[in-house]
């Protein structure tokens, strides 16, 4: 069974700055797939970025970029130029090839402070 | 159309109500999820349709009741639920059942109050 860990329940960050949210998992296969999904108040869940285990060039969307380290089976985020609108819960997810399942980290509230 | 869209949005039902949930997607997805969110947690799996077909259950009690009229449409029927049963219900696509680089697309949900 694949596990995710967020070990950090809540953040805060000033508006125009950097914040990383850590995101482990625990896996035994070699091709998978990493996500980042944001869950404002509007309740939608929105995919961030994604990263392909076979990749190991980070991957990187505007303001939002992770660090895959394969090795120590971590990925970050980092949201760089904190906006207001970033305000949200963000859940770190992990899908097998060859598998249904996307299996959810337990989250990271992240405030952004005007 | 990039969009998984759930009606109705919000929804509050007495314990001896029947309604109903509705999901559809036009991305030409083959696998369809309903997931069960309680606030501040994580959502969790409740069924996976993959190409119209029940695939998974994952114990769910029997008054949540899915289905799948075509491949653009996925529906939970409730009845008789309880108050605990009170959630955010995720409707999201994928496409494939396990071929799914791109990840899940998820509509915005229904908030459920059961009363």
């Known amino acids: 069974a694949q596990t995710v860990t967020q070990s950090q329940p809540e953040m805060s960050v000033q508006e125009a700055e950097t914040v990383t949210l850590s995101c482990t998992y625990d896996t035994s296969e070699n091709n998978y797939y990493l996500f980042w999904y944001k869950q404002p108040p509007s309740r939608q869940m929105i995919l961030v970025i994604r990263?392909?285990?076979?990749?190991?060039q980070n991957a990187t969307e505007n303001r939002f970029s992770v660090n895959f380290q394969k090795a120590a089976k971590s990925f970050s985020l980092k949201i760089s130029d904190s906006q207001l609108g970033d305000t949200a819960m963000y859940f770190c997810a992990f899908n097998c090839s060859n598998d249904y399942k996307l299996s959810f980290g337990a989250g990271t509230t992240v405030t952004v402070r005007a | 159309d990039t969009e998984v869209t759930q009606t109705p949005k919000h929804l509050v039902m007495g314990m001896t109500n029947k309604k109903s949930l509705k999901c559809e997607q036009h991305?030409?997805?083959?696998?369809m999820y309903w997931y069960k969110q309680k606030a501040k947690k994580p959502p969790e799996l409740m069924f996976v349709?993959?190409?119209?077909?029940?695939?998974i259950n994952e114990s769910v009690p029997s008054r949540f009741s899915p289905e799948c009229p075509n491949s653009s449409l996925l529906n939970l029927h409730l009845h008789a639920l309880q108050p605990e049963d009170s959630a955010l219900y995720l409707c999201a696509s994928s496409q494939d059942l396990t071929y799914q680089p791109k990840g899940y697309t998820f509509g915005s949900g229904t908030r459920l109050t059961v009363v």
């Open positions: 349709y993959s190409y119209e077909k029940l695939s």
């Open positions: 991305m030409g997805h083959r696998a």
């Open positions: 990263q392909e285990a076979y990749k190991q």
